[in-house]
C-alpha cells in the first residue's frame, strides 16, 4: 500500500461527531446481537489478558530491582590480586648451586632446572643433610621452596637421604576484572 496513493477521505467517517454516536448504540445493542454468554467469554478472556499483564509486571520490576541489587553488590566486591609461582631463572640457581657444594663437601647436589636436587651416601650425614635443606629454604630472596621429593631411610631407592626441592618466585599480578 502506498501512502500518496491511500484515501484519506475514507478514514474521514471515523472522525465525524456520529461515529461516537454509532459505537454507543452498537454496544449498547451488543448484548441482544451477541448474546451473554459471548460477552461473558469476551470478559472473561480480557479479564485473564489484565491478569497477565499485571504479573508480567510485576516480575519485570521484581527482576529490574535484582538486577540493582547485583550491579550494588558487585560495585562491592574487592579486587583481589592474582598470585602465582614463577620458577627462579636457572643462572640463579646455578650460582647458588656452586656455593651449596662448597659449604656441603660431602654431600652431592645436583640442578635439575630450577630444581636442586641432594643426596648423601650414609645416615651419618642427617645433620648436614638437614642444615643443606634449611641452607636452601634460605638460599635467594624472594625464594619459595617446595619439598618435591624426600627420602630418608632405608625406603630410598639408591642413597638414604634424598631430596628435591623445587625453587619458585611469588608474582603478584594486578587483580582481574
Not at 50 to 55: H, K, S, W
Not at 115 to 123: E, L, P, V
Not at 139 to 160: D, F, I, M, Q, Y
Request: aromatic residues 8%; glycine residues 6%.
Amino acid at each position: 500500500m502506498d501512502v500518496k496513493n491511500f484515501d484519506w477521505r475514507s478514514i474521514q467517517k471515523y472522525f465525524n461527531p456520529q461515529a461516537a454516536e454509532d459505537l454507543n448504540v452498537f454496544l449498547e445493542n451488543m448484548p441482544q446481537t451477541a448474546g451473554q454468554t459471548a460477552l461473558i467469554a469476551a470478559g472473561v478472556a480480557w479479564m485473564a489478558a489484565g491478569a497477565l499483564g499485571l504479573y508480567t509486571f510485576i516480575q519485570v520490576q521484581n527482576l529490574t530491582e535484582l538486577r540493582a541489587e547485583l550491579k550494588e553488590t558487585q560495585a562491592l566486591k574487592p579486587l583481589v590480586p592474582v598470585v602465582r609461582d614463577v620458577p627462579v631463572r636457572a643462572a640463579e640457581v646455578t650460582d647458588f648451586v656452586t656455593s651449596l657444594k662448597e659449604a656441603y663437601p660431602n654431600l652431592d647436589i645436583k640442578q635439575q632446572g630450577a630444581s636442586i636436587q641432594i643426596t648423601a651416601r650414609s645416615t651419618a650425614q642427617f645433620g648436614a643433610f638437614r642444615e643443606s635443606i634449611g641452607h636452601v629454604q634460605n638460599g635467594g630472596t624472594g625464594w619459595r621452596v617446595n619439598v618435591s621429593k624426600l627420602c630418608v631411610g632405608r625406603e630410598c631407592e639408591a642413597n638414604p637421604l634424598g631430596a628435591l626441592l623445587k625453587i619458585n618466585k611469588v608474582s603478584v599480578d594486578k587483580p582481574t576484572t
